[in-house]
């Protein structure tokens, strides 16, 4: 599929221009936000979600992880660090991208929510450093930072998406954006997803569980990032129908989700093996399972067919329709866990 590069001549103000723009990217528009007048008027619940959503890491208490960390088992807290320390690649990166799509949008409205979803990713990265900060020396917590990218595994997992990001920036079109929003759905949506499982584990044995309760409002953010970024693309291509117009990039998701999939069990088998509690057999399966999910959302069909049911009943408690469900239990949960914490988590000795 080649896509022809389009630049973006987007001023940051065309005063003969509308505000409601023409085109979701690569169109014309004043540059003006007025959520009264926009193209997609649905796109603005999903802005005043993501903002009801607001949180800092610095209110979650780590005062019990802190007690617990070093009664983890050795193979626990490996995991823990390489987990933290991939996550911080992915929220790091997804910043950027993020960032970058937003100031490609020629619709004001998909701007501001990119904003907000960079904004977030912002905050995710603080969380890593964050516990980190609570439970191991500075040298410790730098070393982890490092680890990811000395990881020949973990960089082989991470490069699928790197190369369409890349792609898109190097030349920006309608088609090598909708191939990065499908990679971007493939880091939120499912590569998060098995370092979730990792610390859901540990908090159904009430360990960590500081970090599980950061964990879970990443995950509620990322679950709606991801569903942000599908309708995105789903637009995306109604108003370029060129791009799928011979069906070439419905088959290319499916290769790239299934190739995605792989990758990410090669990787689970890789840092989880052996962890108490966690079986690999279910978790390939799970992965699947969030294949589908994640295809579905782009109105395909099943990638896997049969795997359509959450194998692993304790993630169920975590999973994106419970939590849409259990709004107000997840909101008790928080006023339960969130202590104000002082300064002697050494965050500020970063
Ligand atoms: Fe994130
Ligand atoms: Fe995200």
Redesign the pocket.
Same mark, same amino acid.
């Given at each position: 599929m080649k896509g022809t590069i389009v630049m973006n001549h987007i001023k940051y103000l065309t005063a003969d221009k509308n505000n409601r723009s023409e085109k979701l990217f690569f169109g014309k528009t004043s540059g003006i936000l007025n959520w009264n007048d926009t193209t997609y008027p649905h796109f603005y619940t999903i802005y005043k979600q993501l903002l009801s959503n607001f949180w800092i890491p610095d209110e979650i208490s780590m005062s019990k992880d802190i007690q617990q960390w070093g009664a983890l088992e050795k193979d626990e807290q490996e995991a823990y660090k390489r987990i933290i320390g991939l996550l911080s690649i992915l *929220?790091s990166v +997804?910043t950027r991208f993020?960032l970058d799509t937003a100031l490609h949008s020629s619709d004001t409205s998909v701007h501001a929510i990119m904003s907000v979803?960079s904004q +977030? @990713?912002v905050v $995710?990265n603080q969380s890593y450093s964050y516990v980190l900060s609570s439970i191991v020396p500075l040298e410790e917590q730098n070393r982890i930072f490092d680890m990811a990218k000395d990881d020949p595994m973990v960089m082989k997992r991470n490069q699928l998406i790197m190369d369409i990001y890349q792609n898109f920036k190097d030349s920006p079109s309608p088609e090598t954006l909708a191939q990065a929003l499908v990679a971007s759905i493939i880091l @939120?949506g499912i590569n998060f997803y098995s370092g979730f499982a990792f610390f859901y584990n540990l908090a159904r044995n009430q360990k960590m569980v500081g970090t599980s309760t950061m964990i879970q409002y990443i995950h509620r *953010? @990322?679950m709606q $990032?991801?569903y942000f970024i599908s309708q995105l693309l789903r637009s995306l291509i109604e108003e370029n129908p060129s791009i799928d117009l011979d069906g070439q990039f419905t088959l290319w998701v499916e290769e790239t989700m299934r190739e995605a999939v792989r990758l990410e069990t090669e990787w689970c088998e890789h840092v989880l093996e052996g962890i108490n509690g966690i079986d690999l057999f279910e978790l390939k399966d799970y992965i699947k399972y969030l294949a589908n999910k994640r295809v579905r959302m782009l109105g395909m069909d099943d990638l896997y067919p049969g795997f359509d049911e959450d194998v692993m009943p304790w993630i169920r408690a975590y999973s994106d329709e419970s939590m849409n469900a259990t709004k107000s239990d997840f909101f008790e949960q928080k006023s339960r866990s969130y202590a104000k914490v002082t300064d002697s988590n050494g965050f500020d000795d970063l």
């Open positions: *929220d +997804q993020t979803i +977030q @990713e $995710h @939120e *953010d @990322e $990032h991801a």
